[in-house]
T-cell receptor
Framework: IAGITQAPTSQILAAGRRMTLRCTQD?????MYWYRQDLGLGLRLIHY???????GKGEVPDGYSVSRANTDDFPLTLASAVPSQTSVYFC?????????????FGPGTRLTVL | GQNIDQPTEMTATEGAIVQINCTYQ??????LFWYQQHAGEAPTFLSY??LDGLEEKGRFSSFLSRSKGYSYLLLKELQMKDSASYLC??????????WGAGTKLIIKP
């Protein structure tokens, strides 16, 4: 593994189902992020974690939850998917989450909720 | 509120120069980032400015004016592979990135 991996690459999901998007990084970065990207809108932060064991809410956290049990993994869970959660989801990481910290992105998960 | 504005789409010719503008309004300011995103791919880092002035990195340069809340990305000697979306993002006082919707750059031969 080199960088950030996400799984699955794409998924079609029935409304009401539970879904976990996986994210793993091997750069030993402290900070990790989940974004969603929708056509015509900028990336929007869902949740973030500045270090293992801590998480925080971003701009659009409703309907999503995260955990950060260790440095490498940062899964995003949709407890009961709704069609408005159809989007491309990007996981990112940065060294410390502080000033000038470059965020590195995973390849994304394209999720369709029907 | 926090806001990042950039043009939706621009067209330029191979070999030419193009400037993509970005205006920002953030709660506090900890720098301005530019990312490149090819269709269907992840964003990748291009540049970071926190002080006024021009940062040059090969064919790409980025400029910042903090007093005007303004930045631009300058791409020289355009190549077809530069066809992509260019994302402007301001870092606020909580070190969170506020993203613009991106500028889709179309390069014509």
């Amino acid at each position: 593994i080199a960088g950030i991996t996400q799984a699955p690459t794409s998924q079609i999901l029935a409304a009401g189902r539970r879904m976990t998007l996986r994210c793993t990084q091997d750069m030993r970065h402290n900070a990790m992020y989940w974004y969603r990207q929708d056509l015509g809108l900028g990336l929007r932060l869902i949740h973030y974690s500045n270090t293992a064991g801590t998480t925080g809410k971003g701009e659009v956290p409703d309907g999503y939850s995260v955990s950060r049990a260790n440095t490498d993994d940062f899964p995003l869970t949709l407890a009961s998917a709704v069609p408005s959660q159809t989007s491309v989801y990007f996981c990112a990481s940065s060294d410390s989450g502080q000033v000038s910290d470059t965020q590195y992105f995973g390849p994304g998960t394209r999720l369709t909720v029907l | 509120g926090q806001n990042i504005d950039q043009p939706t789409e621009m067209t330029a010719t191979e070999g030419a120069i193009v400037q993509i503008n970005c205006t920002y309004q953030t709660s506090g300011f900890n720098g301005l980032f530019w990312y490149q995103q090819h269709a269907g791919e992840a964003p990748t880092f291009l540049s970071y400015n926190v002080l006024d002035g021009l940062e040059e990195k090969g064919r790409f340069s980025s400029f910042l004016s903090r007093s005007k809340g303004y930045s631009y990305l300058l791409l020289k000697e355009l190549q077809m592979k530069d066809s992509a979306s260019y994302l402007c993002a301001g870092m606020d006082s909580n070190y969170q990135l506020i993203w613009g919707a991106g500028t889709k750059l179309i390069i014509k031969p």
